[in-house]
């Protein structure tokens, strides 16, 4: 069977995570450096706006000044991107069953046999896009064909927000008039070597005959032979064993709001589909999560560590907590979401937590099988056949 690869590529990364704690910096050229108070800094990422004046990557900031004098400058701080990359990595662990994570901002996922769950890889593609976006405020470039290296290459070729499909088929025609040098994993001093030989675009190399290559680059030289020519059998392997890492449901708000009760109420259907969904993989967590976006479009991110659990009740507790701690009268928001990760892997993990807490538990299964009872129900005879909210007494809660 043919596979279906995506690669996702998130667009200036860094500088558009500053972005989403910093929206003064919105839509203005703006860069990440390392020490722009002295200006002897590179510059480490740029805005696509700067990048409209020229600014580029590893340029000296005073370069950059001089070509865009109203640049702004942000010192980097790669603990908080790791932290967005890993919120983006648990999203897309959402969409696919395996996700290889090949740098801070980039992920290849096999779509394989995923049309069924949502639809065409051009639909798939763009409900990833839409939510990386909807819950995180990053853009992303997707890259979509039958292998790897193709859909890196694809990934490349509509920047920013671009989604380029790359099939066989059109290797003539979009692969092979680019520069050998713009082949992933090619580099200048490859590409130079390549010329000496009179092959300079990706078509001359798919061309001339795989011994060649070979004889020139060795073992390297198989390779770029096969990617030129649209060949790449590598699997795409999952990092962690468990490819379902995070559970979470978002919504952006009809109206901005700014009454805490009324936040309440769409949290706790939010959790009570988280709880559904964890329950049906029967994933039991160890972190809540939330996101909120406000008014001015900032976005935060706060977490919890609980007992681990799939009861909704639970979720919607944590959430709640983090909800009201994070819940400014003059901020309105206009997205919620809340997620569960942390998952136990063994069995014998939840046996020792069971025991860990025989309290807790005994209300907590009491909890869970109705929950379980409501989603028979739900399964049957649908959505709105019974409402949790009148049910559900929530400790703690007014
Ligand atoms: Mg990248």
């Not at 500088?15 to 800094?41: F, Q, W, Y």
């Not at 995180?136 to 927000?161: D, Q, R, T, V, Y």
């Not at 009740?313 to 928001?333: C, F, H, M, T």
Request: aromatic share 6%; net charge neutral.
């Amino acid at each position: 069977m043919d596979r279906i690869i995506f690669l996702v590529d998130m667009n200036a990364f860094f500088i558009s995570c500053e972005m989403t704690r910093h929206p003064a910096l919105r839509n203005k050229p703006a860069a990440v450096a390392g020490d722009p108070s002295r200006r002897t800094g590179i510059i480490l990422a740029a805005s696509y706006e700067a990048r409209a004046f020229g600014v580029r990557t590893t340029m000296l900031v005073h370069q950059a000044q001089r070509l865009c004098p109203n640049l702004s400058l942000v010192p980097p701080d790669h603990a908080f991107y790791e932290q967005k990359s890993a919120e983006v990595m648990a999203l897309l662990a959402r969409y696919a069953p395996v996700l290889e994570q090949n740098s801070i901002d980039e992920a290849w996922l096999d779509m394989t046999g995923c049309q069924t769950l949502f639809g065409t890889p051009l639909e798939t593609a763009r409900m990833i896009m839409k939510a990386i976006n909807d819950e995180l405020s990053l853009w992303c470039s997707i890259g979509i064909s039958s292998n790897k290296f193709l859909a890196k290459m694809a990934s490349e070729m509509h920047k920013p927000h671009g989604i380029t499909e790359l099939w066989p088929a059109d290797l003539a025609e979009k692969l092979w008039p680019l520069p050998a040098g713009a082949m992933y994993g090619v580099g200048q001093k490859t590409a130079a070597r390549l010329a000496s030989l009179g092959l300079r675009t990706i078509g001359d190399l798919a061309r001339v005959k795989e011994d060649v290559l070979v004889d020139l680059l060795g073992k390297f030289g198989r390779e770029i032979s096969r990617h030129a020519r649209g060949i790449d059998p590598e699997p795409v392997i999952p990092h962690a064993e468990d490819s379902v890492k995070s559970i979470g449901r978002s919504t952006t708000l009809v109206k901005d709001l700014t009454n805490l009760e009324e936040a309440r109420k769409v949290l706790l259907e939010l959790a009570d589909d988280v709880g559904r969904s964890a329950r049906k993989h029967d994933k039991m967590g160890r972190t809540v999560h939330i996101v909120l976006k406000y008014s001015d479009f900032s976005v935060i991110t706060r977490q919890m560590t609980v007992v681990a659990t799939y009861a909704t009740s639970e979720i919607y507790q944590a959430g709640s907590r983090l909800l009201e701690q994070n819940w400014y009268p003059d901020k309105p928001v206009r997205l919620i979401g809340i997620s569960l990760s942390g998952f136990e892997n063994e069995a014998a993990d939840r046996q020792l937590s069971l025991f860990d807490q025989p309290e807790a538990t005994q209300t907590v299964d009491r909890q869970v099988r109705v929950d379980q009872a409501m989603d028979l129900i739900r399964n049957r005879f649908g959505e709105k056949s019974v409402t949790r909210a009148k049910q559900l007494k929530v400790k703690g809660e007014r």
